[in-house]
């Protein structure tokens, strides 16, 4: 006879689902967090009652879509149900499910004797409320047969709210905080508000709060302003007024001074009183600023790790229109405002990049008339205000970002010299006691009708206010071009110590090679034979090994004579036929001829300067004129004439070349640093196609001229030759 049984269920197994399963009571908490995620809510509170107290009670409350009758009993009530299995989505949202399988009902157990759940779903005809005394499932009874309370009210606004009675542990504020950061990645920082489609996710957010006594609020323990915006150390806000006309300041600040409202326009940069914006009416904008780099960032190394979160996922500025949020703009993969792009062209060296941003702007215009939306409810269309709209935000956003650069002692743009921040701070400072000492002068002049000496200083107020911009304009390009010399001199010295790191190390090992590959050299073309293809390779071949020989000895001897850092009277002459022994060769590999002309009894010495330097002049010469006889289909000669010009106690270098020319409209530029006319390689061409060709090549002989007390010149070329490069230098002081 066979009998039938069945598995039963002793009531003791909540409290191993419960307390033994969900060991953290931060993490019980947490589960229930992300429960109101799933069910759609955009904001959660949790209220502890009592907290440290042994009567202590939380409450958790949420406005998601909440539950009927069937997804209590189904659900909630059901152990192992396969409800987010089946829905790994949101109903409304579409979300992705947060919470643990089942896990948010043996949370409630894990926390407190005593569960109330109240919660009711739109469309629904009450209210339910569950009660649950979890003492009730004690060891030895059946778990269907511990009684639980449902019961019906009246019907009440969407959602749930979870109440726990008899908490098991006391509650810290660091303990608190901590469920707040747990459910951080869920949360929509920006203000929770609905879209222009209403299937897209408004956001979620979370409050923890204490419960405040008869006389008091409940007391914020941490929330979104708590835990992250207080800590921003930096807000922009700009607006735009019913007349067009826009301003913006610096309201919070932790590397400098606050900036009080003033006006812009992204058109009109320098002037103090821009005119108003066409069309642009009614914007506001708050954004918040961070550094995210470690150094000098003014946080602490826990909240800068908080903030990179927040920012990872929600940085980048929103557009809201009459109060609905408009996509994507804000996305992170949208740059409207075009920051990012701005930020990877590197003119800028403060970071302005979405990353760096997390704001808002807001802008009125109930009647559409413009800001209107594309058909397809993606993005507004390209009018006028919105162009303008983009305009002012980006230059609001990249101005406050450089002056904050700027305070914090740190570059501007590759054309500016870093800043100090005392001398920034001083220029700021009489700039608005100017500024303040010209309203005043205007007031003063309208009170007494614009007469007498009012006017007159109002005027000269004025017209000082204007010459001191101009001289600050002037400084700035100074600050500029020194930026530009410095960086360079940077970059030219990296490479002038690769170059004779390069020498040092190749210098025995290339004397070896040089002689086995001459050897190979003569046998491969002693025994050709009748193979004239082989024959042309390996005397092409020998005449590359030529080049490189007379290019790596010029070069190693270059190297060599800077090493010495003591400057001399150096021979002109001597410079250029050292030059025509090591290059000549070189040159007759490129089918090119060098004529030399010295003075046979005059050794040309110059001032005092460093002997590598007359090389570096040649070799630069040497090089552009390689190049530009490549343009041409003439035969190729350099002709270089050393001489002496007595009266006015210079000696003198023509460097000539019978190549394709430097036209009339660009001599005056060819001197500037980065000017070239060879196309710029393409994108995919090698590193070494876009290093040569830079620009740099003259500019520097126009240093090594001009630091010497000489100058460089381009000169009119002798008979047969297309250019002639002169340098003249002061001779030496006998």
Same mark, same amino acid.
């Given at each position: ?37 799933? $069910?759609?809510? &955009? ?12 009567? $202590? ?15 209590? !009993? ?9 409800? #987010?299995?089946?829905?790994? &989505? ?20 894990? *926390? +407190? ?20 005394? /979890? ?28 109440? @726990? ?14 469920? /707040? ?14 879209? $222009? ?60 001074? =606050? ?44 909240? =800068? ?30 740059? /409207? ?6 930020? +990877? ?11 760096? /941003? ?110 001191? !911009? ?6 700035? @390009? ?10 360079? *001199? ?7 110590? &690769? %170059? ?17 590959? +001459? ?55 001597? $410079? ?11 040159? *007759?590999?490129?089918?090119?001829? @060098? ?34 006889? #490549?343009?041409?289909? #003439? ?72 630091? &010497? ?13 297309? %250019? ?11």
């Amino acid at each position: 006879m066979t009998n039938r049984r069945a598995f039963h269920t002793d009531a003791a197994i909540i409290a191993r689902l419960g307390r033994q399963l969900v060991a953290k009571q931060e993490t019980a908490l947490v589960e229930l967090v992300k429960n109101a995620f799933d $069910a759609d809510a &955009t904001e959660v509170t949790v209220l502890f009652e009592g907290r440290g107290s042994l009567s $202590a009670s939380l409450q958790i409350t949420d406005n998601g879509t909440g539950m009927s009758r069937s997804d209590l !009993e189904d659900g909630f009530l059901r152990l192992a149900s396969e409800n #987010k299995v089946a829905n790994p &989505t949101s109903q409304k949202y579409g979300r992705p499910r947060a919470g643990r399988k089942g896990l948010g009902r043996f949370s409630t157990q894990r *926390l +407190g004797d005593h569960l109330i759940l109240t919660t009711y779903a739109e469309g629904q005809p009450n209210t339910l409320q569950l009660t649950v005394d /979890w003492a009730e499932f004690k060891p030895g009874r059946r778990l269907e047969d511990v009684p639980i309370s449902l019961e019906e009210l009246p019907p009440s606004i969407a959602g749930t709210r979870i109440r @726990i009675d008899k908490l098991y542990d006391s509650w810290t504020v660091p303990q608190v905080r901590a469920c /707040w950061r747990g459910v951080m990645a869920l949360q929509q920082p920006f203000p929770v508000a609905p879209t $222009a489609d209403p299937r897209t996710d408004p956001g979620f957010s979370v409050r923890f709060l204490d419960e405040g006594d008869l006389y008091q609020d409940n007391i914020i323990i941490a929330d979104m302003q708590t835990e992250v915006l207080d800590h921003f150390p930096v807000i922009v806000e700009m607006r735009v007024d019913g007349d067009g006309h826009a301003s913006w300041c610096i309201s919070r600040n932790a590397f400098g001074s =606050l900036r009080p409202w003033r006006s812009i326009h992204a058109s009109h940069r320098n002037n103090a009183n821009p005119p108003p914006y066409q069309v642009l009416r009614n914007v506001h904008m708050k954004a918040f600023h961070v550094i995210l780099s470690g150094e000098n960032t003014g946080l602490p190394g826990v909240v =800068l790790n908080r903030l990179r979160d927040v920012m990872r996922r929600e940085g980048g500025i929103r557009l809201y229109r009459n109060g609905f949020r408009v996509p994507p703009y804000g996305e992170p993969d949208d740059d /409207w405002l075009g920051l990012d792009q701005r930020y +990877g062209q590197r003119n800028e060296l403060a970071p302005i990049a979405n990353r760096n /941003w997390f704001g808002v702007v807001e802008v009125h215009d109930v009647d559409g008339v413009h800001f209107e939306e594309h058909t397809s409810r993606e993005g507004l269309i390209d009018t006028q205000a919105f162009q303008e709209l983009r305009d002012v935000s980006s230059a609001v956003l990249i101005g406050a970002a450089n002056e904050i650069q700027a305070d914090r002692g740190r570059k501007v743009s590759t054309s500016r010299e870093s800043p100090n921040p005392e001398r920034t701070a001083a220029l700021a400072e009489a700039r608005r006691a100017m500024r303040e000492a010209r309203e005043a002068a205007e007031r003063a002049a309208q009170e007494q009708g614009n007469r007498g000496s009012a006017q007159a200083a109002a005027d000269h107020a004025a017209e000082a206010e204007q010459l001191m !911009e101009q001289e600050v304009v002037k400084l700035e @390009i100074r600050q500029a071009r020194l930026a530009d010399e410095s960086a360079m *001199l940077r970059l030219l010295s990296s490479i002038g110590m &690769t %170059t004779a790191e390069f020498s040092h190390e190749t210098g025995m090992a290339f004397e070896a090679f040089r002689l086995d590959l +001459g050897r190979v050299f003569e046998v491969a073309l002693a025994a050709k034979g009748d193979d004239e293809e082989f024959g042309s390779q390996a005397e092409r071949a020998q005449q590359a090994l030529i080049r490189l020989d007379t290019l790596t000895a010029y070069l190693n001897s270059t190297v060599a004579s800077r090493a010495v850092r003591e400057i001399h009277p150096v021979s002109l002459s001597r $410079a250029v036929e050292d030059f025509a022994r090591g290059l000549s060769a070189h040159a *007759l590999t490129q089918s090119t001829a @060098i004529e030399i002309k010295t003075p046979p009894l005059d050794a040309l010495y110059t001032a005092p300067m460093h002997e590598a330097e007359l090389a570096s002049v040649l070799l630069n010469f040497h090089t552009n004129a390689l190049k530009a006889m #490549k343009r041409t289909s #003439k035969e190729r000669h350099i002709l270089i004439v050393a001489d002496r010009m007595a009266d006015e106690g210079q000696v003198r270098l023509r460097f000539c070349d019978t190549g394709a020319g430097i036209p009339e409209e660009v001599r005056e530029r060819i001197f500037d640093p980065f000017f070239t006319t060879q196309s710029a390689p393409a994108a995919r061409a090698p590193d070494s196609a876009h290093a040569t060709g830079t620009g740099l090549g003259l500019w520097i002989v126009e240093q090594i001229a001009s630091n &010497t007390g000489g100058t460089v010149s381009v000169g009119e070329p002798p008979e047969g030759y297309a %250019t002639c490069m002169e340098i003249r230098l002061p001779a030496e002081d006998v």
